[in-house]
């Protein structure tokens, strides 16, 4: 089925002034239009434009005034009688109007483009003052250079939950898409949402990944003398938060976070004492303490 296409000619704009003089000056101008133009005329319009600007022109023949070219002959010559008879007209109340409509919605433009730049540099300050290596920001230069969206490049290899990140590539960037990126930019803020959330993760190659939230408020607990093994008549020895209530069969012993400090402990991030040592609730178990790597790793 073959497409049609239908153009509407939309009529021209309504000429309506605000000066008292308005309809006699038009009346002049349409009298002098008629027939051929001198080409002095023209020359006289178009240096009566220029000198007196699009805003007065615009006043005088009360609509849009983008040029001598894109008027008709008698708002040419309203220019030239307006301007022998020293009018300084008033610009239509229509176009104020619209041009404060104009300006509120460009500052209100700018007051969000701002407010947006302030909360990608707070994300990527927050993202990037976790970062482990050396990493940069640059641009895409298959998407419109230095203002298409700034990507994060790291220095060395390094990985992250997504696996494993060339140097010098974008964090997300897929071997299938190669991008061409620019040189790094100076103070440079990275508001690719995907590179930003990497940045928080990327590790180098040879160290362990960070430890979770749930894995933090552990390692914190341990730090604070809250974490022992404790022995029940009747259950397996089982590693409890003794000053946190149990939630099944424990004796009142405390939560088990058994499993929870196996992992802890395969990272070498936590070791259990071999002898006993009082708990907070006056009970006596094998204390969990943290190893070196596991101080590092909570402070990280």
């Not at 897929?174 to 995907?194: E, F, K, M």
């Not at 993760?201 to 809250?226: K, V």
């Amino acid at each position: 089925m073959r497409s049609r296409v239908v153009t509407i000619t939309l009529p021209p704009e309504l000429a309506k002034a605000d000066y008292p003089e308005f309809e006699e000056v038009r009346a002049e101008g349409v009298r002098r239009g008629r027939g051929p133009i001198d080409p002095q005329a023209l020359r006289q319009m178009e240096e009566v434009a220029a000198r007196r600007g699009d805003d007065w022109c615009t006043a005088v023949i009360g609509r849009s005034f983008a040029g001598i070219r894109y008027v008709s002959c008698a708002e040419s010559f309203m220019l030239l009688v307006a301007d022998e008879r020293g009018l300084e007209p008033p610009l239509p109340q229509r176009f104020v109007e619209s041009r404060r409509l104009f300006d509120e919605r460009r500052e209100q433009d700018r007051a969000r483009r701002a407010e947006q730049g302030r909360l990608e540099r707070e994300r990527w300050e927050a993202a990037v003052r976790t970062c482990l290596v050396k990493v940069s920001v640059r641009p895409n230069l298959n998407r419109g250079g230095r203002r298409s969206m700034p990507h994060v490049v790291p220095d060395v290899p390094v990985c992250s939950s997504r696996g494993v990140h060339p140097a010098g590539r974008a964090l997300c960037e897929h071997w299938r898409n190669p991008r061409q990126l620019g040189d790094p930019i100076p103070d440079g803020v990275a508001t690719c949402q995907s590179c930003v959330r990497y940045v928080a993760e990327i590790r180098p190659m040879n160290e362990p990944a960070p430890p979770t939230a749930a894995e933090r408020a552990l390692l914190q607990l341990i730090a604070e003398g809250s974490v022992f093994t404790m022995t029940h008549a009747r259950r397996a020895p089982a590693a409890r938060v003794v000053n946190e209530p149990s939630r099944g069969a424990g004796g009142g012993l405390g939560r088990s976070v058994n499993a929870a400090v196996s992992k802890l402990e395969a990272k070498q991030w936590a070791v259990v004492d071999q002898a006993h040592s009082p708990t907070p609730s006056n009970t006596f178990g094998y204390r969990w303490r943290l190893t070196a790597a596991g101080a590092a790793a909570l402070g990280g």
